[in-house]
């Protein structure tokens, strides 16, 4: 694996672990409204990221088949989406502001749910990182250098404000700030895990990119629709964190099409 590759998988994780340290400099939770803005900017990001940097390149690569040239990103898509349902469903976890466990009944921490449920949400994160890398250790003309880090700066930036949102909240509840931070950065660990697995799988299976690269931008818009946008649309001001989900989408694509 060459360094510019694993640069590109860790730059994400780096987003993560830089926000979650904004507990050792911020007050000991977020107002509200920031956490809305912030969860806004992060679906945004997530949902340019899936459409220009994995549904167009996947579409892109099957273009020899003509009018078909659809199939692989709508069967990846739906597979992704699937794939994160099951999750959903055979992970305990906790999503912020709600009392509520979801999945099969347990007995783990509120922390440790928490927890489980950012990795969930990383996950799709770390697998689109780990397809594009994939694709342009390939050689793929659809996938570029600049392309390739395009997406792990857009989703490095998105990771900053969702760092901080698992860590802030956890030290409100009485955690110390360097255990709260440590599960932040926990948090994100799966997401170079996610991408070094993907990598590994693209490249025993080369044909299957364009079904790998719609499969990770499924799995994205599950975790945006299912968690992302219900958060940033609840209680008043819900046009904050379209605003920002606004900001967030154009700034992921301004990355893409510039770099790409």
């Not at 078909?68 to 349902?85: E, K, N, T, Y």
């Amino acid at each position: 694996m060459t360094a510019e590759i694993l640069r590109g998988i860790l730059i994400p994780f780096l987003g993560t672990s830089l926000g979650a340290a904004m507990v050792f400099f911020m007050k000991n939770s977020l107002h509200p409204m920031v956490h809305r803005a912030l969860t806004g900017f992060a679906a945004g990001v997530m949902v340019a990221a899936s459409i220009w940097s994995l549904l167009i390149p996947a579409m892109d690569q099957a273009a020899d088949m003509g009018n078909w040239a659809f199939v692989p990103a709508a069967a990846g898509f739906w597979i992704g989406i699937l794939f994160l349902l099951l999750l959903d469903h055979v992970i305990p976890h906790l999503h912020m502001n709600s009392g509520e466990c979801e999945g099969p009944q347990c007995r783990l921490q509120k922390t440790t749910m928490l927890v489980l449920a950012v990795t969930l949400h990383n996950l799709p994160e770390g697998m689109a990182v780990g397809v594009v890398y994939a694709g342009m250790a390939e050689g793929n003309a659809y996938i570029t250098a600049a392309g390739a880090l395009a997406l792990s700066l857009g989703i490095a930036i998105q990771n900053f404000p969702e760092g901080a949102i698992i860590s802030m909240p956890l030290r409100a509840e009485g955690i110390p700030k360097s255990k709260a931070f440590l599960y932040g950065v926990m948090s994100g660990i799966v997401e170079p895990v996610g991408a070094l697995l993907t990598i590994l799988a693209a490249s025993l299976v080369l044909p299957a990119l364009p079904y790998l690269l719609s499969f990770a931008a499924g799995a994205m818009i599950y975790v945006v629709v299912e968690e992302l946008i219900p958060e940033m649309s609840s209680g008043k001001h819900s046009n904050l964190g379209t605003l920002f989900f606004a900001a967030g989408f154009t700034l992921m694509m301004i990355l893409d099409v510039a770099l790409g």
